[in-house]
Every structure is written in structure tokens, then in C-alpha cells.
């Protein structure tokens, strides 16, 4: 198979999965370059990453990557993404896909009129997330009603509920939400390992989504979860006749008995397979079709739009109303 070609339009944390994964599968894909802004920012990660970089966007262009890597700061994306779609590239750019509803909005119409973009929604692509979501589509625990989270924040969370839920992003729904300071040792962060014991205030969010049609979503996550060691993942989904904790499937035989299965090792290695979500992600924005796009990205509009929400919820201590095919 013709290897992807791509590019990467920033250079911070985020842009280094990209290269990773490119030099790691070799076979699929084809790092052209990285565009930075500055030429000694292009310089140094060249030099720590063995990497082609550049400064000109129009050198960018004349390679012809068959898709574009959108990794620039937050407030950054969907403007970067839209200057890459009107360069006439399909574009995969990272989280959140939009931080307010103006750019939700903005960002659906350049996709009505031709736009390609996909939104690097990696967490229910790794490996143990799929087996989660293969044991609920085998009906396992039959029709999802319920679900107690804490794998991921905002619309990454959202994103693993939906999934989980088998909710449609259509169907209307109420948040209310809330945020908690507790004191907290300090341990790992993307660049240190603490070992003073040193302690800050941290903060953990809790929502709960009510669903039109009856489901129910309870998020919860610390801000210290994703590296610390004493801030540990859980996951609790209720079904009509079974129920998924963690990484075990509890559910009724032909006989009506009950039986117990590991659905894959331990929660907590889904964090070891971020490069494997976003390698999927890749190989989709590389083969990027029109027919299924438009779903893809509703979903991960609506993970924002979800976020958007809980923080609104958070601030105004007020229980909120969601419908993202009205907003």
C-alpha cells in the first residue's frame, strides 16, 4: 500500500505523537516536514528530532501531503485547520475541535461546503476502549443505560460516554456540573517527577448528564489522574442484563446464570496506547471520504459542545440544557 504522506503544522507536545508514530511505522507513513514558526524553533526540533522542518507555508504546499497535521496551540486550531482546508488539504487536527460555539458552528459549515476535517479523538480507538466497545455491540450487558466515568476529561471524556453509551449526538440532554479543590501530593507532570511531597490544590469535576431518551452519564475526573500514581482511572456501565467494570464483563448465559470475563489486561495500560489511537486516526484522515467524515466530525463537535457546556454548568451552578442539532 502507497504510504500516507503528511505534514505537521505546529511543534509542541502534542505534534511529537505524530512523529513518533511515523518513525515507528514506516511502512504506512511519510513525515514530509514539520512547519514551525520561527526558525529557531525549526531548528531545534530538527536537531532534537531528527526531523525535516521548515518555516514556508508554501513549501508545505508544493509537497502535496495527502492529509495535514493541525498541532498549534488551542485558541489556535480551528483558525490553522480552516487555512489548511482552503489550501484544499483534508486536515486531522488535534483537540478541542473548537472552544466556544461561534467556532463549533464555523467549523460545521466549512465542512457543508467541502471542508475535510477530522478531529484527533484518539481515546476510543485504543485497544482496551475497543474491546469495551466490542463486549457492548456484542450485546454482552445488553441496551447501556448508565455509566460512571473517569478515564479522561471534558470532551475526551464526552467522547468515551457517547461511545460507551451508544448515545446518538442528536438526542437532547441537561448537564449540571460542578468543580472541587482537594490537596493533593504532587508526583509526575509531562515534564517532572516530583519527589518532595510537595502538595497543591487540585481540581476534580463532577457532572451529571441526563439524556432525553432515559440514559445517564456520571463524569467525574481529578486534574492529577492521567500520570499520578495515587489517581487512578475507573469505569462502571450498567446494561439491561450485565454490567462492565474496569476491565471485567459481569453478564447472564442462555441458563440465565451469571458469568464473569476479563475484557483485556488493566485499565490502567490504556494510557500506554495513545500512539495506537492516533496512528487509527492517521490511517483515516489519509483515506479520507467525504461519506463517512460528516458523521465523524458531528461527534467530535459535539464532544466540544459538551465541554462548552460542563464548564457553563460549572460556572453558573445551574443545571443546563444541551441539543446539538439546535444550538
Not at 480507538?125 to 450487558?141: L, R
Not at 487512578?232 to 467494570?245: E, P
Request: some cysteine; aromatic content about 12%.
Amino acid at each position: 500500500m502507497k504510504k500516507l504522506r503528511f505534514i505537521i503544522v505546529g511543534s509542541g507536545w502534542r505534534s511529537l505523537f505524530f512523529v513518533r508514530i511515523a518513525k515507528a511505522m514506516t511502512d504506512k507513513f511519510e513525515m514530509c516536514a514539520m512547519l514551525c514558526r520561527t526558525k529557531e524553533k525549526a531548528d531545534k526540533m530538527a536537531l532534537e528530532n531528527d526531523i525535516y522542518t521548515t518555516t514556508s507555508i508554501e513549501e508545505c504546499i508544493a509537497m502535496k501531503p495527502d492529509f495535514v497535521v493541525v498541532a498549534v496551540n488551542k485558541t489556535s486550531i480551528a483558525d490553522v485547520s480552516i487555512e489548511w482546508m482552503d489550501y484544499g488539504f483534508s486536515v486531522l487536527c488535534e483537540t478541542p475541535a473548537g472552544l466556544d460555539f461561534g467556532t463549533l458552528k464555523m467549523l460545521k459549515q466549512k465542512h457543508l461546503e467541502g471542508g475535510k476535517l477530522m478531529v484527533a479523538e484518539q481515546y476510543m480507538y485504543y485497544p482496551s476502549y475497543q474491546a469495551v466497545i466490542n463486549t457492548i455491540e456484542k450485546g454482552m450487558i445488553g441496551e447501556p443505560s448508565c455509566i460512571n466515568i473517569s478515564l479522561a476529561h471534558e470532551y475526551h471524556g464526552a467522547s468515551l460516554m457517547r461511545e460507551f453509551l451508544k448515545e446518538d449526538v442528536f438526542t437532547p440532554f441537561t448537564i449540571s456540573a460542578k468543580t472541587y479543590e482537594f490537596p493533593t501530593v504532587e508526583t509526575l507532570t509531562r515534564y517532572e517527577h516530583y519527589r518532595d511531597g510537595r502538595v497543591a490544590m487540585k481540581k476534580r469535576t463532577v457532572a451529571t448528564i441526563e439524556f432525553a431518551d432515559g440514559k445517564v452519564a456520571w463524569y467525574d475526573f481529578d486534574s492529577e489522574q492521567y500520570r499520578s500514581p495515587i489517581r487512578k482511572n475507573y469505569l462502571k456501565i450498567q446494561g439491561v442484563s450485565g454490567l462492565i467494570k474496569d476491565n471485567k464483563v459481569y453478564y447472564l448465559d442462555e441458563n440465565y446464570d451469571g458469568k464473569t470475563e476479563e475484557i483485556y489486561e488493566d485499565i490502567d495500560a490504556a494510557y500506554k496506547e495513545g500512539e495506537i489511537g492516533i496512528a487509527a486516526l492517521m490511517e483515516m484522515a489519509g483515506n479520507y471520504n467525504r461519506e463517512n467524515a460528516s458523521v465523524m466530525l458531528d461527534k467530535a463537535l459535539w464532544d466540544s459542545y459538551v465541554a462548552i457546556l460542563m464548564q457553563e454548568a460549572v460556572n453558573t451552578k445551574e443545571r443546563i440544557s444541551g441539543d446539538y442539532g439546535n444550538y
